[in-house]
Structure formats: C-alpha cells, structure tokens
C-alpha cells in the first residue's frame, strides 16, 4: 500500500444494529476495489473485519476492526464496529475519531435499537452521517418502508437518496447513482443507461437531491456573510 497525504485519508466508522451486514458490506468494498479476489462470509467465518476466533465462533463482531481500502488515489480507513449493544464502548470510539459515520439500516428491519444508540453517539460528537440501507434482496425488504422510517424517528435530519435500488427482494438487480444518473448493476463496476420503467422516479428523486443541495449551499452562503472576520 503507498503513503498518502493527509488530503487522501478518510476515516469512516461504519455502525448500526447487530445484524444490519456491516462485516458483509466491507467484505463487498474490499472485493469491488481488488484488495480481495473473493469475497468471504460471516456464515463460513471467513471474512476479513472478523477475524478472531471468538468472532467467529459467534457469528459476529466483537470489537471494531480497521480495515484499510484504497480507492482513486484515496485511503478510506474504515472502522467496522459491533452492532451488539453489550459493546457501547467500541462503537462511541469508532464514532469520535472518524471524520463521519455511516450507520448501516437493515431494508428489512429498518430502524432499531442499535441504530438509535449509534445515531445518539453521532449526535453527541456531532459527526456528520451517511445513511446505507442493506440487505435489499432480501424477503421483505422495502427501501421506501426504511426511508419512511428513518424520516419519522430522526424528524429533525432531512433523508435525500443519493442512489435508489433498481427492484427490490429476489428482484433486486442494482440501483441508479442519481449523480450520475446511470445504472449500476450487479457489482456495481459497469455503468448502463436507465430502465425506462425508472426514468420518471430517478428524474423526481434526481430534483429533490439538486434542490437540497442548492438549499445547502445558500444556508453556507448566508452563515458565511455573518461572519466577522478580522484582519491582523
């Protein structure tokens, strides 16, 4: 691995509940940025966040593990913390020395427990957070459910899909960058035009991000003219 410059570094806790699928999510990052040629899983015990014996044996993290991926000349340190309430200790550690947070919400369970405790923690070191609803293709999973949640038990953050899931349970096939505005299936390295069926919804949901940003930048803009700034 080279060394990088400050301006290069990123760290980035990953928390929420138990079971939400932090551990497959970095194992799904190192595969898709080559650092590994196949992806492990909790089930088989071989995945690489959770690599001691007793995490093994359980089935689930136990401590936070630092996971290093380099992506487009950049290094994102990613700190994979237990969604086990027992370890409050290790995900408010994981939280106060990252630069933001991304709390990983099961598609399928939505809000719980364990997202609430991570979100506090995130309030308490005012860190800024990433939503990741996982676990899409699974039974019963609902992405507008879990967006519906989130926004009524945190009514005071505004939720604004950057990407939007391209069917959903057995369905599932991919999602839409709204970004970029293109598809990407699979896992994810290929960019493809957009389903005709989604074009209407990633057009809508394409407005509602450009016009949250540009609400963003005139609240910077506005804070920034009440600034005294004095002249040595």
Do not use: C
């Amino acid at each position: 691995m080279k060394e990088y410059v400050t301006d290069n570094l990123r760290n980035v806790a990953f928390v929420g509940h138990q079971g939400a699928g932090k551990t497959t999510l970095v194992e799904a990052l190192l595969f898709n940025t080559s650092a590994i040629s196949r992806m492990g899983r909790v089930e088989e015990k071989n995945t690489v966040s959770d690599w001691d014996d007793d995490e093994k044996e359980r089935g689930v993290s136990l401590s936070t593990s630092l996971i290093p991926i380099e992506f487009e000349n950049t290094k994102i340190n990613v700190l994979d913390a237990p969604g086990m309430t027992d370890f409050q200790g290790e995900i408010k550690n994981a939280i106060r020395v990252a630069d933001s947070v991304i709390v990983v919400v099961d598609a399928v369970a939505g809000v719980e427990v364990g997202t609430e405790l991570a979100w506090e923690y995130a309030e308490a070191y005012q860190q800024p957070i990433i939503v990741t609803i996982n676990k899409l293709d699974r039974e019963n999973a609902d992405f507008q459910r879990t967006l519906d949640n989130l926004k009524q038990s945190f009514p005071d953050y505004k939720f604004i899909p950057v990407m939007i899931p391209i069917g959903s349970q057995t369905d599932f096939q991919g999602v839409i960058n709204l970004l970029t505005m293109k598809a990407y299936y699979g896992s994810g390295k290929d960019r493809s035009d957009l389903p005709a069926d989604l074009q209407a919804a990633a057009d809508a949901a394409h407005t509602v991000l450009v016009e949250a940003a540009a609400e963003a930048e005139h609240e910077a803009a506005v804070g920034l003219r009440g600034v005294e700034v004095q002249l040595p």
